[in-house]
């Protein structure tokens, strides 16, 4: 069945950087969007990138555009979230997650599948 196992979360100081990591099983990663969400406490999960299926493109919220990159490796089934010049506002549990569509949605509703996440705190 499909699953996601995240990694890569801590605890780092605000304008420091983290690599989540996301490996994905029971599906083929290359022909699905695969996002990454996070839900700080009180809060709504929120889309923040996504690699669509077969065309590959990215998208991104506009609260992390310029600072975090998503990128896909086919070759290990999975999936890496960089995240640069953290802030305190990005602290929240990360998770993987599909919808087995193959365009990108920041829409939660629509996901199927999604890991146990990992937690990133952006503190001093």
């Known amino acids: 069945q499909v699953q996601f196992v995240e990694s890569g979360g801590g605890l780092v100081q605000p304008g420091g950087s983290l690599r989540l990591s996301c490996v994905a099983s029971?599906?083929?990663?290359?022909?699905?969007?695969v996002a990454w969400f996070r839900q700080a406490p009180g809060k709504e999960r929120e889309g923040v990138a996504c690699?669509?299926?077969?065309?590959?493109?990215?998208s991104y919220a506009d609260s992390v555009k310029g600072r975090f990159i998503v990128v896909r490796d086919t070759a290990k089934s999975s999936m890496y979230l960089q995240m640069n010049s953290l802030v305190p506002e990005d602290t929240a549990v990360y998770y993987c997650?599909?919808?087995?569509?193959?365009?990108?949605?920041?829409?939660?509703?629509?996901?199927?599948?999604w890991g146990r996440g990992t937690q990133v705190t952006v503190s001093s």
């Open positions: 029971g599906f083929t990663l290359n022909w699905y969007a």
């Open positions: 997650a599909t919808d087995l569509g193959s365009k990108c949605t920041f829409d939660s509703r629509t996901y199927d599948y």
């Open positions: 690699f669509s299926g077969r065309e590959g493109g990215t």
